[in-house]
């Protein structure tokens, strides 16, 4: 592999869902490492008053059409409005902070959000943490203590603070090297690896 992609994403942003399912493979193609970095938009966007959205059944009626669009361009599976919002104690982030740092967060997160957007179980939500940790041959019950340990908090913190500072405000972000953002999520094409669109 030659150099690497830092991915910024979040277990409750329904446009990460696409960039999730499709990262891995263009990365590899393309020869470039993935390094998962889940944070807390959530937390960034009460602190930049950007949470209007989610109370405008405009847009989120907008946001749902062009994931569906997004998806199917890239033939990902899509089976219609999912449940939303998600993760709302932040138990399926603080999860996936510890497998980022066990370097298993691509299949926690990859099957996370296909429960979320199939199977239509929201991340954090009743036992959908521990049924994915049970999918993936990890004993649930020593992760998620972890998850809610000072251990979980403070990745949780450290995370989100890096990506406070390198200017981060939405999900999913790319950035190669020390900080050098390569997109960020938009309607209009998104961020680019040797051609093809990460999102």
């Not at 009626?61 to 104690?89: C, Q, S």
């Not at 179980?121 to 340990?149: C, M, N, Q, T, W």
């Not at 999520?185 to 999102?199: V, Y």
Request: proline share 5%; with cysteine; glycine share 10%.
């Amino acid at each position: 592999m030659s150099g690497h992609l830092d991915f910024y994403f979040f277990y409750g942003s329904i446009h990460s869902y696409l960039s999730v399912m499709r990262i891995g493979a263009l990365a590899s193609a393309a020869g470039v490492a993935v390094r998962w970095q889940p944070f807390n938009l959530r937390e960034i966007l009460i602190e930049q008053n950007n949470t209007a959205f989610t109370k405008n059944d405009v847009k989120m009626n907008y946001f749902w059409h062009d994931v569906e669009r997004r998806a199917r361009r890239h033939n990902i599976p899509f089976a219609g409005r999912a449940p939303y919002p998600a993760d709302p104690d932040l138990l399926a982030l603080r999860v996936g902070l510890i497998a980022a740092q066990e370097k298993w967060c691509d299949d926690y997160s990859r099957a996370t959000f296909h429960d979320w957007f199939i199977a239509r179980r929201a991340p954090g939500v009743g036992d959908h943490v521990e049924s994915v940790l049970a999918s993936l041959d990890r004993s649930p019950a020593p992760v998620i203590a972890r998850a809610k340990s000072a251990e979980g908090e403070r990745l949780l913190k450290a995370a989100t603070d890096a990506t406070r500072k390198l200017g981060i405000f939405g999900a999913p972000t790319f950035a190669i090297g020390h900080g050098n953002l390569l997109g960020r999520r938009s309607t209009g094409g998104g961020a680019r690896l040797r051609g093809r669109t990460l999102n």
